[in-house]
C-alpha cells in the first residue's frame, strides 16, 4: 500500500504570494491533517480534515486554510505569505478522525515551502 | 494547556550501547503520549503510543517507553542502539476533547560507530 505523498517536495515564493500545497492519503485513509515543522517553533498541528470537512484546528491565522476533497485527497493554501511562512510543512492521514481517541497517524515526507 | 519538554537537544551514544531520551509532560490528567521518530527527509514515524493499561509500552524497532505519572514522564528506551536509530525523536502529548497534539522540541541521536 503506497503511503502518504506530499507534492511539491520543494518550493521557493516571495513574500505576499499564495502557495497551495498538496496529499493524498494512504488508500482508504478519510482523515487528513496538516502540520507546520520550523526550527523556532517545532511541530505544529494546523488542521484536521475528515469527510471534506474541518473537523479540528490549531492556533494559525486565517491565511492558512485548506480543503479535502472527495477521495479524500487535500490541499492546504497560504495566502500572502511572509518569511516567517518558510517551514517543512507534513501531511498526515488516518483511517478515523484522528481527533477520536488520537488515532495513529501516518506522515508524508514534507514539503519544504522557502519564503524569499 | 498541556506541554511537552524534551530537555535533551542532542545526544550522542555509541553502537550497541543503551539510550534513554527524557520527556516530560504537563497536564492535569493522563494524556495520549506518543514517541515519533523522524529520518532526515522523511516524514515522522510513530514509534509507541500509551493511554492507559501497562505503563511500560513495547513500539517498533525495539523501542520501549515507560509512563511515570508521579514524574510526569515518559521516556523513551532502548537497550542496543544500531547505526540506523541516528535520527530525530520526538515526543508529543495529545490531551482534551479537542484535538490538541503538542510535540516536544526533538532529541537528536547521534550513533558513533
Known amino acids: 500500500k503506497a503511503g502518504v505523498t506530499q507534492t511539491p517536495r520543494y518550493l521557493i515564493k516571495t513574500r505576499g504570494q499564495q502557495v497551495t500545497l498538496s496529499c493524498s492519503p494512504i488508500?482508504?485513509?478519510?482523515?487528513v491533517s496538516w502540520y507546520q515543522q520550523t526550527p523556532g517553533q517545532g511541530l505544529q498541528f494546523l488542521f484536521e480534515?475528515?469527510?471534506?470537512?474541518?473537523?479540528n484546528k490549531g492556533n494559525f491565522p486565517g491565511r492558512f486554510s485548506g480543503r479535502q476533497f472527495s477521495n479524500s485527497r487535500s490541499e492546504m493554501n497560504v495566502s500572502t505569505l511572509e518569511l516567517g511562512d518558510s517551514a517543512l510543512y507534513l501531511c498526515?492521514?488516518?483511517?478515523?478522525?484522528?481527533?477520536?481517541?488520537?488515532?495513529?497517524?501516518?506522515f508524508g515526507p514534507g514539503t519544504r515551502l522557502t519564503v524569499l | 494547556a498541556q506541554s511537552v519538554t524534551q530537555p535533551d537537544i542532542h545526544i550522542t551514544v555509541s553502537e550497541g550501547a543503551s539510550l534513554e531520551l527524557r520527556c516530560n509532560y504537563s497536564?492535569?490528567?493522563?494524556?495520549?503520549l506518543f514517541w515519533y521518530v523522524q529520518s532526515p527527509g522523511q516524514g515522522l514515524q510513530l514509534l509507541l503510543k500509551?493511554?492507559?493499561?501497562?505503563?511500560l509500552v513495547q513500539g517498533i524497532k525495539g523501542f520501549e517507553a515507560e509512563f511515570k505519572r508521579s514524574q510526569s514522564s515518559f521516556n523513551l528506551r532502548k537497550p542496543s542502539v544500531h547505526w540506523s536509530d541516528a535520527a530525530e525523536y520526538f515526543c508529543?502529548?495529545?490531551?482534551?476533547?479537542?484535538?490538541?497534539?503538542?510535540f516536544g522540541a526533538g532529541t537528536r541521536l547521534t550513533v558513533k560507530p
Open positions: 498526515a492521514s488516518s483511517q478515523g478522525l484522528a481527533g477520536a481517541n488520537y488515532n495513529e497517524q501516518f
Open positions: 488508500s482508504g485513509h478519510r482523515s
Open positions: 480534515y475528515f469527510s471534506e470537512t474541518q473537523r
Open positions: 497536564y492535569g490528567a493522563t494524556p495520549y
Open positions: 500509551y493511554f492507559s493499561g501497562d505503563t
Open positions: 508529543a502529548v495529545g490531551a482534551g476533547l479537542r484535538f490538541d497534539m503538542r
